[in-house]
């Protein structure tokens, strides 16, 4: 049984930063893909950010490009999504995804399983 549990969400000043976490359980990932999205209220869900687990290839969306990087931890099975120079726009709740097979896509139907979410709130 896959298991994603994120953590590491809150509140922050603009210009501050947070690192997101996401626990990964259920499979060997080493052929998979790991995706962050995030849902603000009233909006459709979007993409921020994938990662290849193997090779380590990393795909952003325009909208956090220079800003967030993602990464992974293959010892503990985790990605992170290291957030920096957030803006009040990047308010939303924030999901990590996993792509059996994947190649890192932008596309939430790729996307086969999904955490909770956890909630990333930046005040101006």
């Known amino acids: 049984q896959v298991q994603l549990v994120e953590s590491g969400g809150g509140l922050v000043q603009a210009g501050g930063s947070l690192r997101l976490s996401c626990a990964a359980s259920?499979?060997?990932?080493?052929?998979?893909?790991m995706g962050w999205f995030r849902q603000a209220p009233g909006k459709e869900r979007e993409f921020v950010a994938a990662?290849?687990?193997?090779?380590?290839?990393?795909y952003y969306s325009d909208s956090v490009k220079g800003r967030f990087t993602i990464y992974r931890d293959n010892a503990k099975t985790t990605v992170y999504l290291q957030m920096s120079s957030l803006k009040p726009e990047d308010t939303a709740l924030y999901y990590c995804?996993?792509?059996?097979?994947?190649?890192?896509?932008?596309?939430?139907?790729?996307?086969?399983?999904w955490g909770q979410g956890t909630q990333v709130t930046v005040s101006s």
């Open positions: 259920g499979r060997t990932f080493s052929r998979d893909a």
């Open positions: 995804a996993l792509d059996l097979g994947g190649a890192g896509s932008r596309y939430r139907s790729s996307y086969d399983y």
């Open positions: 990662i290849v687990w193997s090779g380590g290839s990393r």
